[in-house]
């Protein structure tokens, strides 16, 4: 009897000790693929693009070192530097519900509560949205800090202007900017709005999967528009130069933020639907009008987004868009680390700028796209 108790406990321990090491790991790992495996060839000139950006990549989602190159996922510093970019923005994931979708979801339920107790995050994290969402932000200033002078956290116009100098002389440094996928770690709260500001964000996606008490997501129940806090929320982000990213907002939210503000708006990862038409992605009407207002808008490279597995989907949505709003207000959006299938990793930059020469993009106009119209736009619009 004795035995069969030992035994028990044993078994008992090891699932517990197996859920903690492995559980997190195993699902980074098996979510976080690609369609196109590296090696991947970059043309004569790509070493010498400028700057090369994204605009969105959940990374910090995952428990992994930064720092160091994995053999999975998809952005990491070795694989950055490696492919000359110049500019990541870390965006921060903070509720997931389960039976995810992009038609309909309900916030009623939390994988990132799970997650972040899988990943033995501090209890603080388990239970607060506002608290898992400060922990991946300060992350990349952990980081940062561990970097060796390797990796900038840029949060103003005059920190991006100084990097761009150095850069100059050193490609061997690479900056990253913090945004939040969704307004819910501020709780319901405008006052928690000054701490993500503090600690560095820079954009804000109003919702993501779920309506939230700020704003209707394109995937929720509702499909409402900003709510009379989210009006405030609007206006409060306005003072502070946070800039709003409408990605994942349902079709009225993008109708009521146009009307309440004047200034540019950014979509840090989507599709078109002339292209791919589906809930996610960005109406003609929608994508005009944002143009109108120097907004800059980021196609993905997945194929919810675009409709295709490669770089050459991704190029069809951006040649569309560009023909749509024009050559400088369009980049990448990659939703890289997002928990899917990606075209490629960060290092596989050279395959967009392969297809975008064959859609007759010039090399001036690649250049543009593949992070020139990044690093103006935020030049323009982040807080001096
Ligand atoms: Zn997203």
């Known amino acids: 009897m004795k035995l069969i108790l030992k035994i028990i406990v044993a078994i008992v321990v090891a699932a517990i000790i197996g859920f903690f ?5 195993y699902i980074d790992k098996s979510k976080n693929t690609v369609s196109i495996p590296p090696p991947h060839k970059k043309n004569s000139w790509y070493d010498s693009i400028p700057f090369i950006a994204d605009l969105h990549c959940d990374e910090l989602l995952w428990d ?14 070795p694989r950055m530097l490696k492919a000359n970019m110049a500019l990541q923005v870390f ?4 509720k997931v519900p389960s039976g995810i979708n992009i038609e309909a979801n309900d916030g009623n339920s939390d994988q990132i509560a799970l997650l972040s107790f899988a990943q033995l995050r501090p209890i603080s ?31 103003s116009r005059t920190e991006l202007k100084k990097f761009i100098t150095d850069r100059k002389n050193d ?80 079709q009225q939210t993008i109708n009521d933020v146009l009307a309440l503000h004047n200034g540019p708006v950014l ?18 009407a929608h994508l005009v009008e944002i143009g109108k207002r120097n907004g800059l808008v980021g196609i993905g490279l997945w194929e919810t987004a675009v409709c295709g597995k490669d770089a050459t989907a991704t190029a069809k949505s951006i040649r569309y868009a560009v023909d749509k709003i024009g050559i400088d207000k369009v980049a990448l959006g990659s939703d890289w680390d997002g928990a899917f299938e990606m075209h490629f990793d960060v290092t596989g930059i050279p395959l967009i700028v392969a297809a975008l020469q064959k859609e007759n993009f010039t090399r001036s106009e690649i250049e543009m796209i593949v ?14």
Not at 21 to 25: E, F, N, R, S
Request: glycine share 10%; charged share 20%; proline share 2%.
């Open 21 to 25: 090491a492995l559980a997190p790991a």
């Open 64 to 77: 992994r070192d930064l720092l160091k190159q994995i053999h999975y996922g998809h952005v990491d510093l």
């Open 91 to 94: 965006s921060v994931v903070s």
């Open 125 to 155: 994290n388990w239970f607060s949205i506002k608290a898992r969402a400060l922990n991946q932000c300060a992350a990349l200033h952990y980081f940062a800090k561990q970097s060796d002078g390797k990796l900038r956290v840029i949060t």
């Open 171 to 250: 490609r061997s440094i690479t900056s990253g900017m913090l945004g939040l996928e969704g307004a819910q770690p501020l709780e319901g709260d405008l006052k928690n709005l000054d701490e993500f500001y503090k600690i560095g964000v820079r954009y804000i996606g109003l919702a993501h999967f779920f309506d939230n008490e700020w704003a209707g997501s394109a995937h929720g129940l509702k499909k409402g528009g900003l709510t009379t806090i989210g009006k405030k929320l609007i206006r409060k982000m306005d003072s502070l130069h946070i800039l709003i990213d409408l990605a994942h907002s349902s």
């Open 267 to 284: 979509v840090s990862h989507t599709g078109v639907k002339g292209v791919c038409n589906n809930q996610r992605n960005l109406t003609d």
């Open 371 to 384: 992070g020139g119209n990044v690093r103006d736009f935020f030049l323009r619009n982040l807080p001096q």
